[in-house]
């Protein structure tokens, strides 16, 4: 999935899977625009940095993923908003569906576009689909987790997955069902709805008894 400008270092994703670590790889996608045309379409740049200890489909295995100067664009290369974080998954084996689970948190996570908005998160994943055997075109996952940060006004806000978010590589706004709750402030609460699995790129947002519709 990735473009010819981009280039990936370090050899434990060479045969398309991740080897047991410690290992560690770089995607860079340049710092020139680099588009995504497998992928998104959108403009990248800069570098995505993983390693990990233990597979990452073996029980107890760590992966982590950290940014370095990571932008990617949302209007065809115009503006840039640049992504920091630091994101830790553990494999915690498989639930009673035999699907594989993990727990994650993100710290020090900041997006800084016109303004700089900062969180740190805690979640688990289910690998619903796409994961026997692997497959990146057939992956869904299922995340219910929480979020705490600071707006680019410096107002705190709190973000609760109330029903879990499922997400599914085939559709290209991502997220296809699930609900959450964000506060902010002394603002009403906005509680997002994402429908039951339909890749329909709009979502339901209730604010003090008024429902919007937004495109996601």
Known sequence: LL???ATVTGNALDTGALKP???ADTINFGATPCQCTNWDNKFRKGMIIVSWNG?????GGVVTIHTNNYCVSQDN???YDTLNLTLTLTNNGVNSLAHPIYTGYVSAAYIND???ISWNSNFNLEWIAGYNPVS???TQMVITGSAVGVTTTGVSFNVTITSGLQFDVNCKYSIVAGKLTITEGTLAPRYVDFGTGTCSGKATVEIGGTFYTISL
């Open 114 to 116: 016109s303004g700089k």
């Open 55 to 59: 597979g990452y489909r073996d029980s």
């Open 77 to 79: 290369g115009i503006h």
């Open 3 to 5: 473009p010819a400008c």
């Open 21 to 23: 670590g410690p290992h």
């Open 136 to 138: 990146i075109l057939t």
